[in-house]
């Protein structure tokens, strides 16, 4: 499976931003889809997940309630819509693919997914 990730960019504290992952050259609606984000020199980190048919999402606590996460298994496309966006949220987002075994119920282990894509930068000025 090959993940395209795109939409990052430059926005000001409490605007808006939609990232895009497309995937490719397998069966997506199989896949739990993840999206993920790094600082330099620090761990990469859960952001949000949803599960197959897109019944169930998992959030990390700090972007509940601003950030929505969403699938579209037509167009083999996840989503992460990212709303009143905070400095904090600078990061390089990555979107991933997990098609198990599957270890926790949020499916929020990097370890766990199995294809990446290659990254987008969000950066948020204050």
């Known amino acids: 499976v090959q993940l395209q990730a795109s939409g990052g960019g430059l926005v000001q504290a409490g605007g808006s931003l939609r990232l895009s992952c497309a995937a490719s050259?397998?069966?997506?609606?199989?896949?739990?889809m993840g999206w993920f984000r790094q600082t330099p020199g620090t761990e990469r980190e859960f952001v949000a997940s949803?599960?197959?048919?897109?019944?169930?999402?998992f959030y990390e606590e700090s972007v509940e309630g601003r950030f929505t996460i969403s699938r579209d298994n037509a167009k083999n496309t996840v989503y992460l819509q990212m709303n009143s966006l905070k400095p904090e949220d600078t990061a390089v987002y990555y979107c991933?693919?997990?098609?198990?075994?599957?270890?926790?119920?949020?499916?929020?282990?990097?370890?766990?997914?199995?294809?990446w894509g290659q990254g987008t930068q969000v950066t948020v000025s204050s």
């Open positions: 949803v599960t197959w048919n897109g019944g169930s999402t």
């Open positions: 991933a693919a997990d098609q198990g075994p599957y270890y926790v119920s949020r499916y929020s282990l990097d370890f766990e997914y199995d294809y």
């Open positions: 050259g397998g069966a997506f609606s199989n896949y739990v």
